[in-house]
C-alpha cells in the first residue's frame, strides 16, 4: 500500500536544525519522485525539495537553497531533509509527496498523487 508518513517537526529558534523524515512505502520510494512541500494556514502550499527516484538529481527551491539538503536512506525508504539556519519564515506545516513522473514542473503540487500527513515546523525569532 502506498504510503507516505513525515516525522521530525518540531520547535525551535532562528539559526537552529531540524531533521525532517518521511518514511516511504518501498514501491513509492524506489519508483517515484519525492518532494517537500510547506504550508502556512492562508497560504498556497510552497514546494521546498525533490529527489529524482534515481537519487542523483535532487531539486531545491530558491529560498532554502544552501540550507536544507534532502537525503535518501535506502535501507529504510526514508526521505529526509536537514534544515540548517533556520528563518521564522520557514515555519509551518511540511508534507511529503509522491508522483511517478515529472509532467508537470517538480514545484507544481498538481502533480503529485500521494500526500503524506503533515509535520509541523515552528521557528521563533
Known amino acids: 500500500q502506498a504510503q507516505l508518513v513525515e516525522s521530525g517537526g518540531g520547535s525551535v529558534q532562528a539559526g537552529g536544525s531540524l531533521r525532517l523524515s518521511c518514511k516511504a512505502s518501498?514501491?513509492?520510494?524506489?519508483?517515484?519522485?519525492i518532494a517537500w512541500f510547506r504550508q502556512v494556514p492562508g497560504k498556497a502550499r510552497e514546494a521546498v525539495a525533490c529527489?529524482?527516484?534515481?537519487?542523483?538529481?535532487?531539486y531545491y527551491a530558491d529560498p532554502v537553497k544552501g540550507r536544507f539538503t534532502m537525503s535518501q536512506d535506502k535501507d529504510n525508504y526514508s526521505l529526509n531533509l536537514v534544515m540548517n539556519d533556520l528563518k521564522p519564515e520557514d515555519s509551518g506545516m511540511y508534507y511529503c509527496?509522491?508522483?511517478?513522473?515529472?509532467?508537470?514542473?517538480?514545484?507544481?503540487?498538481?502533480?503529485?498523487?500521494?500526500w503524506g500527513q503533515g509535520t509541523q515546523v515552528t521557528v521563533s525569532s
Open positions: 529527489k529524482a527516484p534515481s537519487g542523483r538529481v535532487t
Open positions: 518501498k514501491d513509492l520510494a524506489t519508483s517515484n519522485y
Open positions: 509527496a509522491a508522483r511517478v513522473n515529472l509532467d508537470l514542473m517538480w514545484y507544481d503540487e498538481a502533480g503529485y498523487d500521494y
